[in-house]
């Protein structure tokens, strides 16, 4: 049943992927001739921490003990340090279609590391669900009629993989404490982690990047740089732990297959591209994944059946 809490949980994973999905044309426009791919991502921490650490200010604190300062550590690493860096470094190596291809990966992952740490089924409704959801992304890109000029290359589509991999790692490992604390408490965390193990490395890759050099500022380029910083940085990360503290992880990561669908329709709507009946097979295919691993029984709802049944 479609609580309303639940309900908040899927819309704000929804947003967060929208967001997400505009983020891959904008960064592959800056990459590497505005800013190189390393300078990006240590400018997405710091801007983020900053943003995070000064809406702190406005909330109530939470005290975080040790123990889950040092689970804050692992989950900047993986959902922000080596996320964040690997990918973006392995979209200046390859192409947007074989990124978003690759990313379809990112549920399987979920879902085998929701079974092995959180204890969650595999059930085949759920199995059903995500392989129903990768074709309708696979096909969705691969029916694109625009056609990316950029070459492809494995050390590329390798670094995408494991970007994806940290990723699926940080949305299992992140869902008890998205139950403790609110979003801006873990978020200010993370980033602040992610910032301090990476900025003594990377520092440098902000003063030369060619987008601070110019006598003439290029507004457009300023302007994807904040779009990269705010809309595809600070807003979603801020969602996430909304949506997985209503939503179990494999169902927020099945919303990735909802970047190829956005994708495409902002190609239509600007004319670079044109919807085909594959295309809204694939989108009917993702949504319904989307809606099998939702209606999939958790953990929670099997243990519920065999006290029901025990008690009888």
């Known amino acids: 049943m479609l609580t309303k809490e639940k309900l908040k949980g899927h819309l704000s994973i929804l947003v967060a992927n929208i967001l997400f999905a505009v983020n891959m044309p904008i960064s592959k426009y800056l990459l590497p001739s505005h800013i190189t791919p390393e300078g990006l ?102 029916s694109s009629t625009h056609a990316s000029s950029t070459s492809s290359s494995l050390d590329g589509d390798l670094l995408i993989v494991l970007s994806s991999f940290c990723y699926s790692i940080y949305l ?7 139950q403790r604390y609110s979003p801006i408490t873990i978020m200010k965390w993370m980033f602040l982690f992610s910032s301090l193990v990476l ?11 060619p987008a601070f050099h110019r006598i003439t500022p290029d507004w457009k380029e300023l302007g994807a740089i904040a779009f990269v910083l705010i809309g595809a940085t600070f807003i979603p990360y801020m969602l996430i732990p909304v949506s997985l503290k209503r939503i179990r992880p494999t169902t927020v990561s099945m919303y990735i297959y909802l970047q190829p669908f956005v994708a495409s329709l ?36 099997i243990e519920k059946e065999k006290g029901q049944k025990a008690a009888k």
């Open 41 to 142: 991502t240590i400018m997405r921490m710091l801007s983020a921490c900053v943003l995070f650490w000064i809406t702190s200010l406005f909330i109530k604190q939470e005290k975080v003990p040790v123990r889950d300062l040092g689970l804050l550590f692992l989950c900047a690493l993986c959902g922000v340090g080596f996320n964040q860096g690997l990918f973006i470094e392995g979209l200046s190596w390859t192409s947007p279609v074989d990124a978003s291809i690759i990313s379809t990966a990112g549920p399987i992952f979920v879902m085998l590391l929701a079974a092995f740490i959180l204890k969650e089924p595999i059930t085949r409704q759920k199995t059903f669900g995500v392989i129903i959801g990768a074709c309708g992304g696979v096909f969705l890109i691969l």
């Open 266 to 301: 902002l190609a239509v709507l600007i004319g670079q591209d044109r919807f085909t009946v594959w295309k809204i097979l694939s989108a009917a295919l993702v949504f319904v994944g989307v809606y099998l691993v939702t209606q999939s029984k958790s953990r929670e709802d």
């Open 172 to 178: 299992v490992i992140s869902r008890p404490l998205s």
């Open 199 to 209: 900025l003594p490395i990377m520092y440098k890759h902000i003063l030369d990047a």
